[in-house]
């Protein structure tokens, strides 16, 4: 390993995603106070042209290789797993039977705790650890929740998980395995965020959720960087992201902004294309109708549930990279995801989550609307493993 050692390690500051109000890095931070989501914010000009794709070579093989731009100063408190680094896995014949020259599967569910959520909580937990919280908290619609009860058991925090009570199974158990505390309750994840802000108020656990503390999308935007990386130092024409909370989609559009400021690209992005359930798609809604902020979505009802997010506070930024890279926001069905699922399979021999199998059944729509043209390279996300959703059934 070729970490740098002698080179500042953290964030300089955090901004607000609104305003640009910037804040102190160096003290637990949840949302800014006009109310929206944080960025960690790195000297980006002193690492240019020192900080380079080459310096990367025979370093760790997770995401901690890219230790300058995460927030993390001391790597005593890294805590890992493992996380980061998946495969992009080349799949020329679901290429040949979706109609497209190129298309690549980033396989996340070859992370700890088998989903992508092991990125963004590795980095949350971590910093949590780091500025002193004693225990943590998040509403979850399943994986997240099972990512934080094993980060936090690592780190030796307690952590509280409130999730819907029909999270699939197998999440459930992972989590209680991992010595989580873990409550059910009648609902969707917007009213377990609602339990965990009154267990903030009264006991003061650090709150995890979704792009309410700065750091979990951190985790998420190291996918930028491997993209980067696994492409041989290009980016693909095009990224289909299944989009529930949105984080990784974020992250990934704000790695490609570090990555500009670094000189490791120019200002061409790939186009940015978020893949919702037809139950749940309060982002599809508010793209197509041009609004700058998604509406709650009433009823919201999929068995992916990752994409049963009926309110997602950094939509605005989802939107806006949407919008700005000239890509798309469509929604599929249940039981078209269910197809994916089995087309993914069949083809290269990955047990795709729900949401994986929904980036599959959205490329069709996608060529059709020409945001994907044939000739493009695309990359598909699987964010997670088809083990966890064992059981489950398509609600439509």
């Known amino acids: 390993m070729n970490e740098s050692s002698n080179r500042q390690r953290g964030a300089t500051h955090l901004e607000c995603t609104e305003t640009g109000e910037h804040l102190e890095s160096e003290v637990l931070q949840g949302l800014s106070p006009a109310g929206k989501p944080l960025f960690a914010r790195y000297d980006l000009d002193s690492l240019a042209g020192v900080y380079t794709p080459e310096e990367l070579a025979g370093r760790r093989a997770d995401l901690w290789r890219y230790a300058e731009v995460l927030p993390v100063r001391d790597p005593a408190n890294r805590v890992t797993l493992g996380e980061g680094w998946t495969p992009l896995v080349d799949a020329p014949r679901l290429a040949g039977e979706l109609g497209l020259a190129r298309c690549w599967i980033k396989d996340e569910s070859q992370n700890p705790t088998a989903t992508f959520k092991a990125?963004?909580?590795?980095?949350?937990?971590?910093?949590?650890?780091?500025?002193?919280?004693?225990?943590?908290?998040?509403?979850?619609?399943?994986?997240?929740?099972?990512?934080?009860?094993?980060?936090?058991?690592?780190?030796?925090?307690?952590?509280?998980?409130?999730?819907?009570?029909?999270?699939?199974?197998p999440i459930l158990e992972e989590i209680r395995a991992m010595g989580a505390h873990l409550h059910l309750l009648d609902g969707l994840i917007t009213d377990c965020g609602k339990a965990v802000q009154d267990g903030v108020r009264e006991f003061g656990w650090w709150d995890l959720s979704t792009l309410k503390e700065p750091y979990r999308v951190e985790g998420k935007k190291t996918l930028g960087y491997e993209l980067f990386e696994q492409l041989g130092g290009r980016l693909p024409d095009v990224i289909v992201?299944?989009?529930?909370?949105?984080?990784?989609?974020?992250?990934?559009?704000?790695?490609?902004?570090?990555?500009?400021?670094?000189?490791?690209?120019?200002?061409?992005?790939?186009?940015?294309?978020?893949?919702?359930?037809?139950?749940?798609?309060?982002?599809?809604?508010?793209?197509?109708?041009?609004?700058?902020?998604?509406?709650?979505?009433?009823?919201?009802?999929?068995?992916?549930?990752?994409?049963?997010?009926?309110?997602?506070?950094?939509?605005?930024?989802?939107?806006?990279?949407?919008?700005?890279?000239?890509?798309?926001?469509?929604?599929?069905?249940?039981h078209e995801m269910a197809r994916g699922v089995a087309r993914v399979g069949e083809s290269t021999g990955i047990f795709a989550a729900p949401e994986g199998g929904a980036v599959a059944a959205a490329v069709p729509q996608l060529l059709e609307r020409e945001t994907i043209r044939p000739d493009d390279e695309v990359v598909l996300f699987n964010t997670g493993s088809g083990l966890k959703y064992v059981g489950m059934t398509p609600q439509d």
């Open 119 to 169: 990125r963004g909580m590795a980095l949350a937990v971590s910093r949590a650890l780091e500025l002193g919280a004693e225990a943590l908290a998040l509403p979850s619609a399943g994986n997240a929740g099972g990512a934080a009860a094993a980060y936090g058991a690592a780190a030796g925090m307690p952590v509280h998980v409130v999730v819907p009570a029909d999270t699939p199974r």
């Open 241 to 334: 992201y299944p989009t529930g909370g949105g984080t990784g989609l974020i992250g990934m559009w704000k790695a490609f902004d570090e990555m500009e400021a670094l000189g490791w690209i120019d200002a061409g992005r790939p186009r940015m294309v978020a893949v919702q359930a037809r139950g749940c798609a309060p982002i599809v809604r508010a793209f197509e109708s041009g609004a700058g902020s998604a509406e709650y979505y009433e009823g919201a009802k999929t068995y992916a549930s990752g994409l049963r997010v009926p309110s997602a506070v950094g939509d605005f930024l989802i939107l806006d990279a949407l919008r700005a890279s000239e890509g798309a926001a469509v929604a599929v069905a249940d």
